[in-house]
């Protein structure tokens, strides 16, 4: 800075981000950050918890058994092969691209599973293993065409919805259908497993409690060693124990009809591991980083070709775990593979949940709770004899809403400097 001669220089005065500093502390700091984010604009999972909680009073008004725990369970089941799609699509989406793919990938990976297993006489798990590194493959290529010859992600997973679509009648063949007999096997076991005695629920609830507990003391350690904010240890605790008490209720209800069911907690296990490779490993910053600014990314030394094509790989591999599951459930396949709707609802409830279509902001945690709100329509509609028609309609205006919500959000903190 230049200065009169013989005057003294002016200190440099450092500027400090009033966004990071914690004017209170304790749960009361908590709170007045939470609102303030909310006000600049951080909505979060806000909308779509308030949305699933309306959801569910209207159709418990309408029918008292929606939230019986036996249809509780069931929902729980019925929301993991189109919550694994949609796990996948999060991380398309967080670069500000989309996969129309997912549906295709997941009927082939189901009919591949059903001819290796019934025709081939592969065992299970080889069959298992198979259609899921082939949906591995087929979302590498999506990412191929996309990230190194440079088509757009549109077009890309377009064209594979359609050639993978002919792909899977030609797998299936002139029969068009198989059925999975093997009512004690590993496929089966899949979706029909439930855990009766009592304490798998609720050990299940105190150990993922703790564990959050931990991973969150651990977080936190490494900030104060960084010097930078940290949460506060009544913040940390009260979350846990938050987290504990929801468990432990969702446990009852699961102990009340026919016990732990296996599906969602392996839904829940790829639902928490892939956050943590999102939010805890260098590379799930780098596809923040890409998803927020390719060119900053780029100039920063991000591999931007290979992070491309890893999040279609990624999407592909959701995508036929996700029909792997879709055959559980429904123990046959058919010509119209995992399902007309899937690639829809699996889309719907990645940005229902809150990930932006934008890119750079979400969760997979977005897909846990999108896909509840959409499965718990679906369930209550049917629930009280509502057509399907009213269900798109209602589904549609829901994404309606999730996107403006999302597009204003983006407006609110670009106007309070938080973008």
Known sequence: MTTAKGAPPTPTVAQTDPRLVVTQSGVRGYLHETWRRVRGGELGSFPVVIGLIVIWAIFQSMNSGFLAPG?????????????????????VLLLGEIDLSVGSVSGVAAAILAVAN??????????????????????????????????PAFIVTLAG????????????????????????????????????????????????????????????????????????????????????????????????????????????VFVVGLDFVLRHTAYGRKVFAVGGNVEAARRAGINVTAIRMSVFAISGT???????????????????????????????????????????????????????????????????????????????????AAVVIDSVSRRSQKASGRA
């Open 161 to 268: 919805l359609l050639g993978w679509l002919g792909f899977m009648l030609w797998v299936l063949g002139s029969t068009g259908s198989y059925n999975l007999d093997n009512s004690s096997g590993l496929i089966d076991r899949l979706s029909g497993t439930y855990f009766e005695e009592v304490i798998w629920g609720y050990a299940l609830a105190i150990v993922v409690a703790v564990g959050y507990l931990l991973l969150g003391l651990y977080g936190r350690q490494r900030r104060v060693r960084a010097g930078i904010p940290a949460r506060g240890l009544p913040e940390i605790l009260l979350r846990s124990v938050l987290l504990g008490v929801v468990l432990l209720a969702v446990a009852v209800v699961f102990n009340q009809a026919r016990g732990l069911p296996l599906a969602p907690v392996i839904f829940l």
């Open 71 to 91: 249809y509780l369970s069931q929902i729980s089941v019925d929301i993991v092969a189109t919550g694994m799609i949609a796990t996948g699509i999060v991380f």
């Open 318 to 400: 959701m995508a036929a775990i996700g029909g792997v599951f879709f055959a559980s459930v429904n123990q046959n396949i058919t010509k119209s593979g995992t399902g007309q709707d899937i690639l829809m609802d699996a889309i719907a409830a990645a940005v229902i949940g809150g990930t932006s279509l934008f890119g750079g902001r979400g969760s997979t945690f977005s897909a846990l709770l999108g896909v509840l709100v959409i499965q718990s329509i679906a369930a209550g509609m049917n629930l009280v004899g509502i057509t399907d028609y009213a269900q798109y309609m209602v589904t549609g205006v829901v994404l309606l």
């Open 118 to 151: 019934v025709q081939w006489g592969l065992p299970e798990w080889e069959a298992v293993l198979l259609a899921v590194v082939v949906g591995m493959a087929m979302g590498l290529l999506h990412g191929f065409f996309f990230a190194k010859i440079g088509v």
